[in-house]
């Protein structure tokens, strides 16, 4: 059974840095994976998608990898700033439209 | 603009009296599928669909029945709801390998 893990669960940064959230995966036969932002209380939105065949995405001060065969994921997040205060979500569609979740990263970026 | 639409966004009712929450897409997408989200349990799959009238059970299928009678809507009913069904509750729409789109929440509260 897939099972999704991510680290750290909770990060507090100064405004300006550059961050890394990670996401590791217990099988690899995925068909893609997604980033998600939660603020408290609302609706996921979606972040980044990346296919199973590539191996990074990037929008804006956002970039994401994935290496599938080590079942991993990294989004990196350049010049933070307040506003990116939110819980992060990594999901795995298992084939069939089976998202499996991580715990999240709740981040705190700090004026 | 793509769009998942959930009704009500907060519902407070008592044990025992069935209810239903909407759900509705705007991109024709094959996949629907709903998700609660609880406290340190994360998100966690309830029912999913991959076409009209072709449904299939999540992780957490206990206590909830689905309907995908036409493409664009999937209602969740909770025939006889307890008080462990009380979270936050996810529609997401999607089509293969895309982005998933997720409503934006309805709380539910059972007394």
């Known amino acids: 059974k897939q099972e999704v893990t991510q680290i750290p669960a909770a990060l507090s940064v100064p405004e300006g840095e550059n961050l890394v959230l990670n996401c590791s995966f217990t099988?690899?036969?995925?068909?893609?994976l997604q980033w998600f932002r939660q603020d408290p209380g609302k609706g996921l939105t979606s972040l980044l998608l990346i296919q199973s065949s590539q191996r990074e995405q990037t929008s804006g001060r956002l970039n994401a990898s994935l290496d599938k065969s080590s079942g991993r994921s990294t989004l990196y997040i350049a010049a933070s700033q307040p506003g990116d205060s939110a819980t992060y979500l990594c999901a795995v569609d298992n084939y069939g439209q089976n998202f499996v979740f991580g715990p999240g990263t709740r981040l705190s970026v700090l004026p | 603009e793509a769009q998942v639409t959930q009704n009500p966004r907060y519902l407070i009712t008592v044990t025992g009296k069935k209810l239903t929450v909407t759900c509705s897409q705007n991109m024709n997408h094959e996949y629907m599928s709903w998700y609660r989200q609880d406290p340190g349990l994360g998100l966690r799959q309830i029912y999913y669909s991959m076409n009209v009238e072709v449904t299939d059970k999540g992780d957490v299928p206990e206590g909830y029945k689905v309907s995908r009678k036409e493409k664009r809507n999937f209602p969740l009913i909770l025939e006889s709801p307890s008080p462990n069904q009380t979270s936050l509750y996810f529609c997401a729409a999607s089509t293969a390998g895309t982005e998933a789109f997720f409503g934006q929440g309805t709380r539910l509260t059972v007394v």
């Open positions: 099988d690899s036969a995925i068909y893609n």
